[in-house]
């Protein structure tokens, strides 16, 4: 799929072993959950444009490279993307934070917004949206929906992992958007949950299963 990045590296894979374990722990989940964020943000940002500056070290002056212009705003889709927000920060503690709430109607399936709230240059900022399972796509979609009325275009979102008829449905209603995900799973069931997935991220995170 275009514009779609699967991470294939040896830390990723091993955690994610351990994630889909149903004996991990609350605790330990939520610690993985922010691990594997860690290690997808560093290449999700890799393009973040960069100036140069002229430092001075202990020794001569130099010249240098800084991020340059505004710089990211960092979206969880409420509530399993909470979980991923402190991997972002890691790299990026400058980033402005916002949030989005959606909840899936378990007959359609389809979302619906409770809350929204970004910061208010955000149309100025690249938006790193945030959502550890991507199952129909329908969350995403929305969520990028909500993002780009307030006039954003540089949007990039980071599953942790995804189902393949969610990511045709982002891909397909939001070709601009690029996609990083940790792992591409087998398929959804009759049910709409991802196959063989973790369970509820959810729930996993915040010991409420």
Partial sequence: M???VVFDHPLIHH???ILRDKNTSSKQFRELVEEISTLMAYEALRNLPLKDVEIETPI???QAKMISGKKLAVVPILRAGLGMVEGLLTLVPSARVG??????????LEPHEYYCKLPEDVSEREVILLDPMCATGGSAVAAIDFIKQRGCTNIKLMHIIAAPEGLERVQKEHPDVSVYCACVDEKLNEHGYIVPGLGDAGDRIFGTK
């Fill in 15 to 17: 955690k994610m072993a």
């Fill in 99 to 108: 949030h989005i709430g959606l909840y899936r109607d378990h007959e359609t």
């Fill in 60 to 62: 001569a002056k130099c």
């Fill in 2 to 4: 275009n514009n779609v």
